[in-house]
């Protein structure tokens, strides 16, 4: 079956330096796709989303990069804080069918 | 407070137990949805409400049983459970079915024992 994956379970990143998060999916028919971030004893937030027919979009700090070709998604958070410390994972959506990753834990280090 | 409350926040139940997890939502959604977080798994759908109906279930076994009474409200009644029913069961909502923008609540740490 198809499936939401990422390449690394956890990161540790220095405070102030940059985070790379990478998920891999394999549904190309997969339109719309979602980086979430949970804390510890919260329920999962959205952070940004993107659409099929973008390539990377720019919130607050963050950045998502979408390579089609490949079938690559990729969080990039910029100055990563203390805050910033939880685990991340993707989602993607296809026909209504929103598939979840099973997460990346992102450790900064002060 | 993302807008989605989840009670309890944390629920022992031995297997021989009845218990009900509750999920509130004034958000104005009409779609509301049951999520199973294990450990180092991704999320598993378990259940879809939209207007009240239930739209999807996801082969959940009959011990866990779904009630949406409102658009607000979203019930999960558990009974007889087994030890590997021990998650983080989260509750969703969001604008419509086809809408993706989903608010999540910070779930119920269940342990069955």
């Known amino acids: 079956g198809e499936s939401v994956g990422l390449h690394l379970p956890t990161l540790s990143v220095q405070e102030g330096d940059n985070s790379i998060i990478n998920c891999a999916y394999s549904n190309s028919a997969s339109d719309y796709f979602i980086w979430y971030k949970q804390e510890s004893g919260k329920g999962p937030q959205f952070i940004i989303d993107i659409r099929s027919n973008m390539d990377k979009r720019q919130g607050q700090r963050v950045t998502v990069l979408l390579n089609k070709t490949v079938k690559h998604l990729s969080l990039q958070i910029a100055a990563t804080q203390p805050g910033d410390s939880a685990v991340y994972f993707c989602?993607?959506?296809?026909?209504?069918?929103?598939?979840f990753g099973a997460g990346t834990r992102l450790t900064v280090k002060p | 407070e993302t807008g989605v409350t989840q009670t309890p926040r944390h629920l022992v139940m031995g297997m021989t137990n009845k218990k009900s997890l509750k999920c509130e939502q004034h958000?104005?959604?009409?779609?509301m949805y049951w999520y199973k977080q294990s450990a180092k798994k991704p999320l598993e759908l378990m259940f879809v409400y939209n207007f009240k109906e239930q739209t999807e279930n996801n082969s959940v076994p009959s011990r866990f049983s779904p009630e949406c009474p409102n658009s607000s409200h979203l019930f999960l009644h558990l009974h007889t459970l087994q030890p590997e029913d021990s998650a983080l069961y989260l509750c969703?909502?969001?604008?419509?079915?086809?809408?993706?923008?989903?608010?999540f609540g910070s779930g119920t740490r269940l342990t069955v024992v």
């Open positions: 989602a993607e959506n296809n026909n209504n069918d929103m598939r």
């Open positions: 958000l104005g959604h009409n779609a």
């Open positions: 969703a909502s969001s604008p419509g079915r086809e809408e993706y923008g989903y608010t």
